[in-house]
């Protein structure tokens, strides 16, 4: 790892429950990550940052085993994904929780069914139990029990992420991923999207995976912050994760690549751009 | 490979082995598909909630454009064989002509080329647009796999009700011959019938309904496949779907050949075995 990468805040000597081991993902011939290992200790709040295509969604997309990669090793609470059963696989994956970037609501259901979907689909509750549950998570992320029936083509942004959070937390999950929550919203909408995503960490103890270009979201909710680059502008022989700390720290890094992503500085991008 | 040749212009040698090489990977691929869609089949059945809605999609909104493509076969058969026949005074025989047609060919190819357009470009999109928009993600994040979501109900739905909606293609096809030559053209309303009755087996009808289960199977399978790797954005949905219905039809047509030459020839060994009922 690179010499300007800072040391977690979080003890080293708790145990990672997720963890990328040199993981390198190529889509044909489309190379998007590079040998990267990243852990995610439980409690803590990662947040993943770096210029978009830089593999952010897709290492998401690998901690929560919705894809897998083309070398390299996941592992959950120590184990790797690749030898657990399919059957174990499904259990795992029902820990976790997952925001889409664009909420992902399934189209052909209503709100109360895209929320009581995970519920009805590995649960045996009955379907006032269930109702009672949606109900739930809805008035938790702020949506009034009127929106239950209405389809996702009839939301604003801010409610489709809100109602893709309740999604995510209908199985109670341990562990919740958030693909770019705040992206697309306006600023009070974020701030709300934001105040979730911590309400969530403070109130159910769970650990967070963030990915997000709003530096705001990583001021407010990260307690850890992994910065990767993209792969076609990596140095031969320089690692991808350019940089893992806190936040404050990522505002005061020397490195100029980390500096001026934070500070939303093009500088030496528009340079780069004008002199190709 | 060297860098000289990749720095080449492909020559139609390299031009053809690619194809045929991307050709291999997609039947390849096509048919660990197929072998997933038939270990979730196995695996569990759909759920009802899921499975009456892409039932009803398929099988009940079908029926008026089958209908309809039926009824108009056998009439335009009707008014095309007519005068042919009559030139030979058989015009007698038209209903034999045309109904072992419909019976034994065009009732089964239409039913499954109208599915294919209709449902399978449909199913396509739909497939297609889920994967762009992440929901098929969704699925397996929620603890849903997809294919037994998302591929076997519409698989099903697809097998088991193609046989219906090709005997009403027969059935109205049948209709729209008998409407033109008997009410228009003046042939005998009982050698129409009675012609028809010599000539169709229960073999043929048996055949065409067999045939179209596999028309069916393909259908459902090629337009999930497309749907599953279809590429990102509108355009992506909108080639999955074209996709979907161009390589339908083309294993429509292969399907067809093969299942004829194969159902001859079990018609002639179960005639050999004195099956004569058939």
Known sequence: ?276 | MSASLLDTDPTPIHTVGRLVTNFIIAIGDLTRFLFLTLGGLLGQLPRSRVLWPVMYEVGVRSVPVIAVTGLFIGMVLAVQTYDTLRMYRLESRIGSVINVSLVKELGPVLAATMLAGRVGCAMAAEIGTMRVTEQIDALKALGANPISYLVVPRFLACFCLIPALTLIADGLGMFGGWLVSVQMLGVSDHFFWLYSQQFITAFDVVSGVMKSMFFGAAISIIACHRGFHCGSGAEGVGRAATDSFVCSFIAILVLDLVLVILLNNVYRLLWALGFTVL
């Open chain 1, 1 to 276: 790892m690179n010499s300007s990468v800072k040391s977690p805040t979080l003890p080293a000597t708790a145990a990672p429950v997720l963890e990328l081991r040199g993981v390198s993902v190529e889509f044909g011939s489309q190379k998007v990550l590079q040998d990267i290992s990243v852990n995610v200790h439980r409690g803590e709040t990662l947040v993943l940052i770096g210029e978009s295509g830089c593999g952010k969604s897709v290492t998401t997309k690998l901690l929560a085993g919705l894809l897998e990669p083309t070398r390299g090793e996941v592992r959950w609470d120590g184990r790797p994904v690749r030898s657990r059963s399919a059957r174990e696989m499904h259990r795992d994956r029902l820990r976790f929780g997952y925001l889409f970037q664009g909420a992902a609501l399934f189209d052909s259901m209503n709100v109360f069914e895209n929320v009581a979907f995970g519920l009805r689909e590995n649960t045996t509750l009955k379907d006032s139990q269930i109702r009672d549950v949606v109900m739930e998570r809805l008035r938790e992320v702020g949506l009034a029990e009127a929106v239950a029936e209405k389809r996702p083509s009839d939301l604003s942004g801010g409610m489709k992420k809100r109602v893709g959070l309740a999604r995510a937390l209908a199985m109670s999950p341990d562990v919740v991923f958030y693909d770019e929550p705040t992206t697309g919203l306006d600023p009070v909408m974020s701030d709300v999207i934001n105040e979730l995503i911590l309400q969530t960490q403070l109130n159910r103890k769970v650990t967070s995976v963030v990915v997000t270009h709003d530096m705001n979201t990583v001021r407010r909710v990260a307690d850890r912050v992994v910065m990767l680059y993209p792969l076609s502008r990596v140095a031969p022989g320089q690692p991808q994760v350019i940089y893992e700390g806190t936040a404050e720290l990522a505002f005061e890094s020397e490195d100029v690549r980390v500096s001026s992503f934070v500070r939303g500085e093009a500088g030496a991008r528009l340079k780069e751009m004008y002199a190709a």
